[in-house]
């Protein structure tokens, strides 16, 4: 059976600036540094599972993924357009 890991909620969520911050510097650990200081980025925080989605386009439909699992990183592409990245444990260094 496979483990499930327990995960520690934070006493309260990071703020979007922590948010951005921690992500930038994930994405450039990747190999993928974005500039995150842009007028229009959509963020959704999911605290129970820690993932954090940034969108660069309010609605996006993608219809293509790669990853950099090693680093917890997934690139959705709407053709050739990076659309949004999901980054996976975001606060784990954080906390």
């Known amino acids: 059976m496979a483990q499930i890991r327990e995960r520690q909620l934070l006493e309260a969520p990071p703020d979007e600036a922590t948010l951005l ?14 500039n995150l200081d842009v007028p229009n980025l959509w963020l959704k925080y999911g605290e129970e599972v820690d ?15 790669t990853s950099n699992l090693d680093a917890g990183v997934l690139y ?13 444990d975001i606060t784990e260094r954080y906390c």
């Open 51 to 65: 993932l954090l989605t940034i969108r660069f386009i309010e609605h996006p439909c993608p219809n293509r993924c």
């Open 76 to 88: 959705n592409y709407e053709d050739e357009n990076l659309v949004s990245v999901e980054i996976l």
């Open 21 to 34: 911050r921690l992500a930038a510097a994930r994405l450039a650990e990747a190999g993928t540094p974005l």
